[in-house]
């Protein structure tokens, strides 16, 4: 297997946003003034356990993308199921690793985290529930990074909250794309309370505001083309959407009062969309 199967296995183009929710869960757990070595290695678990869930996703998918999806890397010859079962738990065994060696209290959030994970692959494309299993691993993601910092305090808690449903509408739509077109549209109105919970945190520290105005553009851009019903839409939504997420996590860094963090956690949205051009996010 040589590197590129190994990038579109794993989603890669979407790391920074793990990236961001680990320093945003830390920052929001501290007070906007987390120690270094923690965010690094909460960011490092959730980095392994994305690409482990990203590898058992297409393993659980390899039937189903065989039909819909013929050129995912196990249906079109590039890489083996069983290679590609094997390095999926070897990279979520090491997730829960270094999960455990930040503290026990992390090791019991990574192996939640793994739970969830597993449970998303395994039944994403058997219930209607996928949504919030999937908004479930990036709540852990926050609550695992919070706890590295310090520990899960009220900012934190919301803030995973408004992710979680961020998360929700996120993953509904992504559920259209192999259709490439939007179903029912009220279950994106749950789009609706990460922003305004963003809202109220730049309502209270203007300089939040300047994130939180990204935010919001890039979740009409999407609802816009996700309405819109043309050819290609649904996936240019969904990999927007993605990217989005780091500006939710620059939005509430920069509300805590750590600005220069913020836009950290800013240059993660365009480092997400860049790396678009080098592995699908999808």
């Known amino acids: ?11 890669v183009s979407n790391i920074p946003t793990v990236w961001t929710n680990a320093l945003a869960g830390a920052v929001l757990a501290t007070g906007g003034a987390p120690e270094i070595w923690p965010v690094i290695l909460s960011g490092l678990a959730l980095t392994f ?3 482990g869930g990203m590898w058992l996703n297409d393993a659980f998918d390899a039937e189903i993308d065989a039909a819909e999806r013929a050129d995912r890397p196990i249906p079109n010859g ?25 503290s026990p209290t992390c090791g019991v959030v990574g192996l939640a985290l793994t739970a969830a994970i597993v449970l998303y692959d395994w039944l994403h494309k058997r219930t ?18 919070a706890f590295a910092a310090a520990t899960l305090t009220n900012e934190a808690l919301f803030g995973a909250l408004g992710l979680f449903a961020y998360i929700i509408g996120l993953t509904y739509s992504a559920k259209q794309e192999a259709h490439d ?20 945190v730049g309502l209270a520290e203007p300089t939040a505001l300047i994130f939180f105005v990204g935010l919001a553009a890039v979740v009409a851009f999407a609802l816009h083309r996700l309405f819109r019903r043309a ?22 860094i920069a509300g805590a009062g750590a600005f220069g963090l913020a836009v ?14 080098v592995a699908s996010g999808t």
């Not at 077109?181 to 109220?200: E, S």
């Not at 780091?246 to 939005?251: F, H, K, N, R, V």
């Not at 950290?264 to 051009?277: D, E, H, M, P, V």
Request: hydrophobic letters at 60%.
């Open 1 to 11: 297997m040589n590197l590129n199967v190994a990038l579109r296995l794993g989603r």
């Open 49 to 51: 356990f994305y690409e």
């Open 78 to 102: 590039e890489v083996t199921l069983r290679t590609v079962v094997i390095g999926g738990w070897a990279l979520m065994a090491i997730g829960v690793l270094i999960s455990a060696l930040i």
């Open 128 to 145: 209607v529930l996928s949504p919030v299993i999937m908004g479930a691993t990036r709540f852990l993601s926050y609550c695992l990074a």
């Open 181 to 200: 077109k939007i179903g029912t549209a009220w279950p994106l109105a749950v789009l609706a309370a990460p922003l305004i919970y963003a809202l109220t």
């Open 231 to 252: 050819p290609g839409d649904v996936p240019v939504a969904v990999v927007t959407m993605i990217a989005g997420i780091s500006l939710y996590d620059a939005t509430l």
């Open 264 to 277: 950290l956690a800013g240059c993660g949205f365009l480092l997400t969309l860049a790396l678009q051009n």
